[in-house]
């Protein structure tokens, strides 16, 4: 078991549990579509029925003797009476209470772990494990500014201001370096829109500081002083300062969505969504020197209201989001809830409404809330839109767009890539063809004009788990056969799903439509290569090996940008 620093709730506990009356019920759970066997134990009910001989015992019981964020910590436990239905949990925080258990909820969405029918005995159960320092900053995650030289820095720690002042040490090595002062944010309980994140799934975040860099120089290191003036560090960490806007050298973005976490011992967790986390995330690790940037288009980790699991994932995507820009767009496992003014009324994302991701990540938005945001790097413009909120004509999200694609200067900047969660262009996902469509209802009816009006080259989506390639497609027509080269003038948006980051995936409908030029149920990314002005590479990669399952390339000069194509010319006129 691994066990990564907990901000403000560094106790774990262990327990070893027997579940009475379960005569192969979670082994039925196991095998109905996907359900969570843990979901029928309610841990709330357990009782204490400690058995002569039974001991679980964890060590080490102190963890970060040496500064470390994360652990292995060893089991050994003893069962003098085993059953096929013992098993073995660890609790955080380590004094759980029912007393935060809601009554019975509409807005509560299975597994429900305050209502699970199955009442445990807890014959075992271990120590407290802890941290030697539980305050201490961890998980630094990059982000780019809102200008293309000011890199981001947020992290978390147990400290608050009135404890010790947050900042980043930054500078060429061996050399006198800057300090940059941090700002320190935080939620509360009241924030959370319902259960189980506002009852049950409520933990304490810690405290979340961002410094802002300029001027930038690869090596970093997050530190607060103390009132009496001694200073807790961090790790030293390095990156790359982004390229300037229009500047001719190789730049390579990886784009995906739906990933989520798990656990890395191969443990089972309660909620349990996202087998396929683990391979993308060692697969960007292993390739992380040919990466510049990521961009993590909606339902980030899953935590669906249960927030311990933000610091799981942020722990988890560490090594990439403290080497390269970790950029996150917003989806329905991040925002949406009734009533709070979502665009979609579900229990997605568990009561979080929006305040976690808002919180845990850096975006450059003019409105953190609204969570849509344009970002220049060297010589791509992405316009980042939030599903989650109206896009339709008239609001204030379709006034960004049209103002994110209408502002790039494409002589400097021509790859103009358009990114999303939920599929406002095309899929075949059987959920859509279930509701007779191929898309979000009134998506792409109401952006088509403008992808094809200021001639984005590709729109990216999550939301399918699995990936998916249209040709260059306007109005349900491929303008231009689907291809592995394209060369010369703009046609149409290539459409391409790549909602497969780890998620359980998503079935695809029976009836192929003529756009649909790949598709792959499985896991993997997208990597955006721009080599310079006229020549980009696209590809789908997958994440259990690494292999390039899709690819295509893009030759295009400004003249071919400027030319004329369909629904794409302005106004002329015969006057000489």
């Avoid at 560090?233 to 784009?255: K, M, N, T």
């Avoid at 940037?293 to 610091?311: E, F, R, T």
Wanted: charged fraction near 20%; include cysteine.
């Amino acid at each position: 078991m691994e066990s990564p620093r907990r901000a403000m709730a560094a106790a774990v506990a262990v327990h070893a549990l027997v579940a009475l009356s379960v005569a192969g019920a979670v082994a039925a759970a196991a095998g109905r579509g996907g359900e969570q066997p843990l979901s029928r134990i309610g841990i709330h009910r357990a009782t204490f029925a400690i058995q002569p001989g039974a001991s679980v015992d964890a060590s080490p019981l102190l963890l970060g003797l040496e500064g470390q964020d994360r652990e292995w910590v060893t089991l050994t436990y003893n069962n003098p009476k085993p059953s096929k239905d013992d098993w073995i949990g660890v609790f955080s925080p380590a004094n759980f209470s029912d007393s935060t258990c809601p009554s019975e909820s509409q807005w509560v969405e299975p597994p429900l772990l305050c209502t699970a029918p199955i009442k445990p005995k807890l014959i075992a159960h271990s120590k407290r494990v802890t941290f030697m320092n539980p305050k201490a900053p961890v998980y630094p995650r990059l982000a780019q500014g809102k200008s293309w030289n000011e890199m981001t820095v947020t992290w978390t720690s147990g400290y608050g201001t009135d404890e010790a002042t947050p900042f980043v040490k930054w500078g060429p090595q061996g050399q006198i370096q800057s300090l940059s002062p941090a700002g320190t944010l935080t939620f509360s309980r009241s924030t959370m829109c319902g259960p189980p994140a506002r009852t049950v799934g409520w933990r304490d975040p810690g405290f979340i500081h961002t410094s802002f860099l300029k001027d930038l120089w690869p090596n970093f290191k997050i530190g607060h002083r103390l009132l009496d003036g001694s200073i807790i560090w961090g790790h030293e960490y390095s990156f790359q300062a982004p390229p300037y806007p229009g500047e001719d050298s190789l730049q390579r973005v990886v784009i995906f969505g739906d990933m989520g976490k798990a656990e890395a011992d191969g443990s089972n967790e309660f909620n349990d969504f996202e087998p396929g986390s683990l391979n993308t995330t060692y697969q960007l690790i292993k390739d992380l020197k040919n990466i510049d940037m990521v961009i993590h288009i909606g339902d980030i980790c899953y935590a669906n209201g249960y927030l311990s699991q933000w610091d799981q994932f942020t722990a988890q995507v560490e090594p990439i989001a403290s080497s390269v820009p970790y950029m996150v767009g917003s989806g329905n496992h991040e925002r949406d809830w009734p009533g709070s003014g979502s665009f979609y009324g579900n229990l997605d994302s568990g009561g979080e409404c929006g305040v976690p991701a808002q919180n845990m990540f850096y975006v450059p938005a003019e409105n953190r809330e609204q969570f849509w945001y344009s970002m220049d790097y060297g010589m791509f413009r992405f316009c980042i839109a939030n599903t989650e909120l109206d896009w339709r004509p008239g609001t204030e999200q379709y006034k960004f767009i049209e103002h994110c694609f209408s502002s790039v200067d494409r002589q400097k900047q021509p790859w103009l890539i358009f990114l999303a969660h939920r599929v406002l262009g095309y899929s075949s996902a059987s959920f859509y063809a279930d509701e007779g469509t191929t898309e979000e209802p009134m998506g792409r009816e109401s952006l088509q004009p403008l992808w094809q009006k200021y001639r984005v080259d590709i729109a990216m989506y999550g939301h399918v788990h699995g990936y998916e390639r249209t040709c260059p497609v306007y109005e349900n027509v491929c303008v231009a056969k689907a291809a592995s080269h394209y060369s010369g003038a703009f046609t149409a948006t290539t459409h391409v799903v790549v909602g497969g980051g780890g998620a359980s995936l998503a079935d695809y409908a029976g009836v192929r439509a003529r756009w649909s030029h790949v598709q792959d149920r499985d896991y993997g990314f997208a990597k955006l290569t721009a080599f310079n002005h006229t020549a980009l590479l696209f590809e789908y990669v997958r994440s259990r090996d690494g292999s390039v399952h899709d690819s295509f390339t893009v030759s295009r000069d400004y003249r071919d940008i400027l030319a004329c194509g369909v629904d794409n010319c302005p106004s002329t006129t015969l006057a000489s």
